[in-house]
């Protein structure tokens, strides 16, 4: 049986989660995913926006974003102008290692998905 109140405590440690990490790095969850993801070389729009699973428009605004920030690049093709690379700058290596080392205590509802990986 579907316990709904465990998915509810799920949520909510997600979204207490993504507020710690707000207040300590100035990311949100997608921000600080999308640039784990580009450290990790998905580099095409298209490619980050299936391994985030959010629409090409949601993604658009989380790289603009990012870019207005200064924590990625993006970089136009020589060959094919229609695509676009995304690189990470040093502000945003930088801002890795502050998140990664921000001390942020994983809730324990979602420990148990990182254990699986």
Not at 11 to 16: C, D, E, K, N
Not at 61 to 82: K, N
Not at 86 to 115: D, S
Request: aromatic share 2%.
């Amino acid at each position: 049986m579907l316990d709904l109140c465990a998915v509810r405590k799920v949520q909510s440690a997600l979204r207490q989660f993504e507020k710690e990490l707000k207040s300590r790095t100035s990311l949100s969850l997608n921000d600080a995913l999308c640039l784990c993801s580009v450290k990790n070389g998905i580099s095409e729009p298209g490619l980050l926006a299936r391994e985030m699973e959010l629409s090409p428009s949601r993604l658009t605004r989380i790289l603009d974003s990012l870019e207005q920030r200064g924590l990625i690049e993006r970089t136009i093709a020589a060959g094919d102008r229609r695509a676009v690379t995304v690189k990470l700058t040093a502000t945003a290596i930088k801002r890795i290692q502050k998140y990664q080392c921000a001390g942020i205590e994983l809730p324990a509802e979602l420990q148990a998905t990182q254990e699986a990986h």
